[in-house]
């Protein structure tokens, strides 16, 4: 059982565009939404992270919409720049639980074209 | 600076030839975890720690093992590979202080069992 859907797989966008990339849960008791960045041969780093209490978080060129009633929260980098070029997921937690696993969706590749 | 090192970076091994991926974080974290990532599948956890002596199944657990001897460590053992463990494993750590945490992450083991 997938429990956070993640789309699209890839995405190419030309530079200065406006990339926008997909996830939606089924668990209600997810209630912190990061989002990680990986560059090839790196870990997965901690991009941006927003908790259900807001609809939207906003750092620089990127941004996280957040609908709890859709189950739904989307990343958008604005002005996408190459540097940007790299994988993207989404995840969800349980705060305080047992187990502080991140959920992952299956990733993005995002190819930003100069 | 601040870092989780995983140990080695590439590793290429036969069928059933018990072999450690070491892992340490020097931020006196509590949590700690193992991912695997595999295409087209995202990150999936295979085993978790939220402290010495304290660890449990992740996911995806079958065919590996962990220890917690030392707060800072937090190796992954797989006592008889198989083709199948063939994959890119993450370690990651975090700390449980805080409501809302962000994970750290290692640079990644590449492991190819033959």
């Known amino acids: 059982q997938q429990q956070v859907k993640q789309s699209p797989q890839s995405l190419i966008v030309q530079k200065g565009g406006i990339s926008i990339i997909n996830c939606a849960y089924e668990n209600t008791a997810f209630d912190y939404f990061p989002w990680y960045q990986q560059f090839p041969g790196k870990g997965p780093a901690l991009l941006i992270a927003i908790r259900p209490d807001v609809s939207e978080k906003k750092e620089g060129r990127f941004t996280i919409s957040f609908n709890k009633s859709a189950k739904q929260f989307s990343l958008h980098i604005m002005d996408s720049q190459p540097g940007d070029s790299a994988t993207y997921f989404c995840a969800a937690s349980i705060s305080g639980g047992s187990n502080y696993k991140l959920t992952f969706g299956k990733g993005t590749l995002l190819t930003v074209n100069p | 600076e601040a870092q989780v090192t995983q140990n080695p970076r590439y590793l290429i091994t036969v069928t059933g030839k018990k072999l450690t991926v070491t892992c340490s974080q020097n931020?006196?974290?509590?949590?700690m975890s193992w991912y695997r990532q595999d295409p087209g599948l995202g990150l999936r956890q295979i085993y978790y720690?939220?402290?010495?002596?304290?660890?449990d199944k992740g996911d995806v657990p079958e065919g590996y093992k962990v220890s917690r001897k030392e707060k800072r460590n937090f190796p992954l053992i797989l006592e008889s590979p198989s083709p199948n463990q063939t994959s890119l494993y993450f370690c990651?750590?975090?700390?449980?202080?805080?409501?809302?945490?962000?994970?750290?992450f290692g640079q990644g083991t590449r492991l190819t069992v033959v």
């Open positions: 931020m006196n974290h509590e949590y």
């Open positions: 990651a750590s975090s700390s449980i202080r805080s409501y809302y945490t962000e994970a750290f």
């Open positions: 720690s939220m402290n010495v002596e304290v660890t």
